[in-house]
């Protein structure tokens, strides 16, 4: 009797893995899978010259810049568009037209110097986004390519009058955002 289990059970489990391998087993012919990824980006703006001297000026006076300073967009390959403002100085204000120890300092992206400036291309301490009517000339700071070149040139209309002998400086920013 006791053989007679073992069988059935050896008999059992034959039929059992017997039945399992017979049987097909189906799949889908095709499957898809979400593949995703983020690009980090970084800004970087490179302004080659440190500095840029007008020199001595009187009062009352238009100079336009005898060079343009050299913007690259450094990032991390995303295309960038700047915005430009400048400071005070210790003893004059940024303005819109020249007065009583108000200055106005303009800027335009141009391959040469330009022929002139327009309101567009004043500055101000508060940061405006280069774009077809600011700033621009044959060149824009706008949508600036990975590691393009850019030339600004800068145009300094000095106080009418000032109470100020001392040199002034002006300080310019160019900040880069993705575009």
């Given at each position: 009797?006791?053989?007679?289990?073992?069988?059935?059970?050896?008999?059992?489990?034959?039929?059992?893995?017997?039945?399992?391998?017979?049987?097909?087993?189906?799949?889908?012919?095709?499957?898809?899978?979400?593949?995703?990824?983020?690009?980090?980006?970084?800004?970087?703006?490179?302004?080659?010259?440190?500095?840029?001297?007008?020199?001595?000026?009187?009062?009352?006076?238009?100079?336009?810049?005898?060079?343009?300073?050299?913007?690259?967009?450094?990032?991390?390959?995303?295309?960038?568009?700047?915005?430009?403002?400048c400071s005070?100085?210790?003893?004059?204000?940024?303005?819109?037209?020249?007065?009583?120890?108000?200055?106005?300092?303009?800027?335009?992206?141009?391959?040469?110097?330009?022929?002139?400036?327009?309101?567009?291309?004043?500055?101000?301490?508060?940061?405006?986004?280069?774009?077809?009517?600011?700033?621009?000339?044959?060149?824009?700071?706008?949508?600036?390519?990975?590691q393009a070149v850019?030339?600004?040139?800068?145009?300094?209309?000095?106080?009418?009058?000032?109470?100020?002998?001392?040199?002034?400086?002006?300080?310019?920013?160019?900040?880069?955002?993705?575009?």
């Amino acid at each position: 009797m006791a053989k007679q289990k073992v069988f059935m059970v050896f008999l059992a489990a034959v039929t059992t893995i017997w039945i399992g391998l017979t049987n097909n087993v189906f799949a889908a012919s095709s499957d898809t899978v979400n593949i995703t990824v983020t690009i980090s980006q970084t800004i970087g703006v490179d302004i080659t010259e440190t500095s840029y001297n007008f020199g001595t000026l009187a009062t009352s006076v238009t100079s336009t810049s005898a060079s343009s300073l050299t913007v690259t967009n450094t990032g991390s390959g995303a295309n960038e568009t700047y915005s430009l403002n400048c400071s005070n100085t210790a003893n004059w204000t940024a303005g819109s037209s020249p007065a009583t120890n108000v200055f106005v300092l303009s800027a335009k992206f141009n391959s040469i110097a330009p022929t002139s400036f327009v309101a567009g291309d004043i500055l101000s301490t508060t940061p405006v986004a280069s774009d077809g009517t600011h700033f621009a000339g044959n060149e824009t700071g706008s949508s600036v390519p990975y590691q393009a070149v850019r030339h600004l040139w800068l145009q300094l209309k000095t106080p009418t009058s000032t109470s100020a002998s001392a040199q002034q400086t002006i300080v310019l920013t160019i900040t880069g955002s993705i575009s």
